[in-house]
Structures are given as C-alpha cells and as structure tokens.
C-alpha cells in the first residue's frame, strides 16, 4: 500500500511537470507595480503621436500595466522636458523611454536618472556626453542618401533651395551629409545652384515656409528645387509654391510618411510627377525601445528580447549600446509607384490616403485595403 501511494505520487509529479509552468511566470511577476516612463518632444507632429502609441501599445504586450505608463509631452521646450523628465524620475519609474527634444540638453536628465537607479533609452536622437543606458535610431546618412538620389534623379539642374533640419539635432547634420553625396557633384560642375541654405529651427514648419517665400521671392519663382529634410517642412515648402503656382512642378523630398504628405504624393503636388518620403519602420524601432524597456528591467539579454542585432554609438563620451536600423526594408522611398507599402504595414489606411483622390482612380491594390 505504502509502495503504491509513492509510484501515485510520482506520477503525480510527473503529469505536473509536463502540464508545464503556471500561468503566470517569474518575469511577469516581477513586472507587476513596475512603472515606465515616456517623455515625447513633442506631439504636434502625427509622426511623433504614431510613435507614442506604439510605445505603449509594445509595453502592454509585454507585461507593463497601461497605468504604469507615465507619458509627458514637452511640447518642443527642452527646458520643459527636463523638468518633466525629474518629475517621471521622482514617481518611482524604472527605466525611462526619451524621444530627447536637444541631444545635449537632455544629457543632465541621464545622470538624474542613474542617481535614482533609473535607466534611461533614447529614440531617434542620442543624447551626448552622457552615461546613456542604451539609444534606438534610424540611420540618419541613409535617409539623406535615399533624399539624394531620388531627388537628383528628377532633376538635375537650376536654382536650389535647401532647408535642413534641427540644428539642435545630430540626425539633421548626418541627413545633409547623405543628401549632399549626390548634391554636391552637381553643384561643383556649376549644374546645380543652391540660392538659399537654412535650417529649420527644432524642424519648425513656420521656418521653412519663411525660408521657402524669401528664397521664391529673391529668385523671381525660377527654383527648380526645395530641398526639404521631413514632411513637416515639406508641407510648409509646398504651402509657399502653392501660392505662386508652383506646386507639382517643383521637387519637395520628405521623410516620415505623414498622412499629409502621402495625401500630396498621390496628389501629385509634393513633387512633380513622381515625388517621395522616406519611409521608415517606425513600429520596429518604437517596439524595440518597448523590449529594452522590459528585459532591463526583468535582466533579460537584450539581444534576445529584441531579435536585433547590438551595436554601439559614441555620444562624445562613451560607447552606448544601440540598435542602428539601416536596411534597405526598414526604410526606403515611397512615392506613387510603392504607397501600398505605407498600407501593408498598418501605418496608414488607403483610404485616408486616397480621399482628395476621385475613387475611379485609386490603385487596383486599395480594394484589398478596405
């Protein structure tokens, strides 16, 4: 009797070990009450709003309560997300999630931070000279260098005007600098003619606008070219050559797939008769901040928690841990021939694209997108 209770028991054992691990796991109990926080730049773009949303939405999934998410918006002040950065610090957060307004503003909010045994991810923008825990981006010079050939492939010519980015942030210079690799051959051979070079103030659409109406205005409406860094600017670039009629004859690059600006490809006015933005994967870099988030946190390997490959990036002090997303299906220019890739990966709907567009003339691959 007392034999077979043991081999009872045993077998017992043996069904409990191969029903496998209760429901909840060692991981996810340890993310209970575990506080993130988000500190956005701004919100006034669509892109930046795209991004916040697939933050929280990756952070859910992997295991944060949604009202453990703390998100601030600076609404372009970087003094503003300091402040709100130390507050996040100060309401028991653990790992902090910065879209940074100023690369070198931002650096003080790292060392509150790690005084507070806080870890701190930078998107888009690497924050300089500080203890950085780890920063996600977009190869910047490749997005310049998909701008230039795209745009240098449309004309080749004339009268340019060139307005860059932030000032205020790094990816605007490596941008130019890919850009310039097709541009400055045609501007050395005295084919190309830059009549006006800005930068737009924290990307501000007002400036571009500004710089686009002055360079017009001085040049007589003979430019052949604005050569924009993102849609914001785009947008406002095609606002002034809209008003002396030059919209659709005039190449504008863009960069983020705005609604707006694919609205105005398929429209046909962002650049003549093919025009573009870049595309990027935003929802992989978004969701791979998510991931860090939480496996530094649970001491997950970070390489395993996001399937990405880690590299570094020197921010004039040390050499961070970053994840450098370059491929050529990561990001790439958009325009008429390809919107479908905006769709197909849930960024944007066909038909919010299409609607200043008479339906008869939407794409045959729309109709899968209803």
Request: with cysteine.
């Amino acid at each position: 009797m007392f034999r077979k209770s043991i081999i009872a028991l045993v077998a017992l054992g043996l069904v409990c070990a191969f029903a496998g691990p209760a429901s909840t796991t060692p991981a996810a109990a340890s993310l209970t009450g575990v506080k993130i926080g988000v500190s956005m730049a701004t919100l006034q773009e669509e892109r930046w709003q795209k991004d916040r949303d697939i933050v929280i939405n990756e952070l859910v999934t992997q295991g944060i309560a949604k009202n453990n998410i703390l998100v601030q918006s600076a609404d372009g002040d970087e003094q503003k997300q300091v402040t709100q950065c130390e507050n996040l610090i100060t309401q028991g957060i653990k790992v902090l999630i910065l879209f940074p307004q100023n690369a070198d503003v931002c650096a003080p909010i790292v060392q509150s931070a790690h005084e507070s045994n806080v870890k701190v991810i930078a998107i888009d923008r690497v924050i300089n000279n500080a203890d950085l825990d780890f920063f996600i981006t977009y190869d910047a010079y490749t997005i310049g260098l998909i701008q230039g050939k795209y745009v240098t492939n449309l004309v080749n010519k004339g009268n340019w005007i060139m307005i860059g980015g932030a000032p205020t942030d790094p990816n605007a210079a490596l941008i130019r600098k890919g850009q310039m690799y097709y541009v400055q051959p045609l501007i050395d051979k005295g084919a190309v003619k830059v009549v006006l070079d800005q930068a737009a103030n924290y990307w501000n659409p007002s400036d571009a606008l500004k710089y686009t109406e002055q360079g017009l205005t001085a040049n007589k409406n003979n430019v052949q070219c604005v050569f924009t860094s993102n849609d914001g600017c785009a947008g406002a670039a095609i606002q002034a050559l809209t008003e002396q009629g030059l919209a659709g004859k005039v190449p504008v690059p863009g960069l983020d797939a705005d609604l707006a600006a694919c609205q105005r490809i398929v429209a046909g006015t962002q650049s003549m008769t093919q025009s573009m933005t870049v595309y990027r994967k935003l929802s992989l870099m978004d969701q791979a901040a998510a991931k860090v988030a939480v496996a530094m946190v649970s001491g997950t390997d970070l390489a395993k928690a996001t399937g990405l490959t880690i590299k570094t990036k020197n921010n004039n002090k040390i050499d961070v841990p970053a994840i450098l997303l370059d491929g050529a299906d990561q990001m790439f220019a958009v325009d008429n021939t390809n919107m479908q890739e905006v769709v197909k990966d849930g960024w944007l709907k066909a038909s919010d694209i299409y609607k200043n567009v008479p339906k008869a003339q939407w794409p045959a691959w729309t109709k899968n997108y209803n």
